[in-house]
Nanobody, 124 residues
Framework: LQLVESGGGLVQPGGSLRLSCAASGFTLDYYDIGWFRQAPGKEREGVSCISSSDGSTSYTDSVKGRFTISRDNAKNTVYLQMNSLKSEDTAVYYC??????????????????WGQGTQVTVSS
């Protein structure tokens, strides 16, 4: 069972990136999938989550209107489209599988499998 993130990189402020989270060993559409990030010296932060049941989405306030989470069940992949990037978005981004039915999607303890992370650096 594996989650693999890709799509990170260096981008200028105001730019865009699309992160991918490819799942193997399980059917992704049976689970809520979350994106988290961790900047140096900071705690891991929940960024977004997409529901398995109805595709509803949730975002932390700082990314609302700029980030969009989506899923392609045929490809067993979840995406995070990030637009209007800011320097404060710089972090390692992780995707994770949510095992619990809790509504507290931003709590990392609700997730059981994590990817290795992909670095996003926003800098001029």
């Amino acid at each position: 069972l594996q989650l693999v993130e890709s799509g990170g990189g260096l981008v200028q402020p105001g730019g865009s990136l699309r992160l991918s989270c490819a799942a193997s060993g399980f059917t992704l559409d049976y689970y809520d999938i979350g994106w988290f990030r961790q900047a140096p010296g900071k705690e891991r932060e929940g960024v977004s989550c997409i529901s398995s049941s109805d595709g509803s989405t949730s975002y932390t306030d700082s990314v609302k209107g700029r980030f969009t989470i989506s899923r392609d069940n045929a490809k067993n992949t979840v995406y995070l489209q990030m637009n209007s990037l800011k320097s404060e978005d710089t972090a390692v981004y992780y995707c994770a599988r949510k095992y619990s039915g809790s509504y507290v999607w931003w709590d990392s303890r609700q997730y059981d499998y994590w990817g290795q992370g992909t670095q996003v650096t926003v800098s001029s």
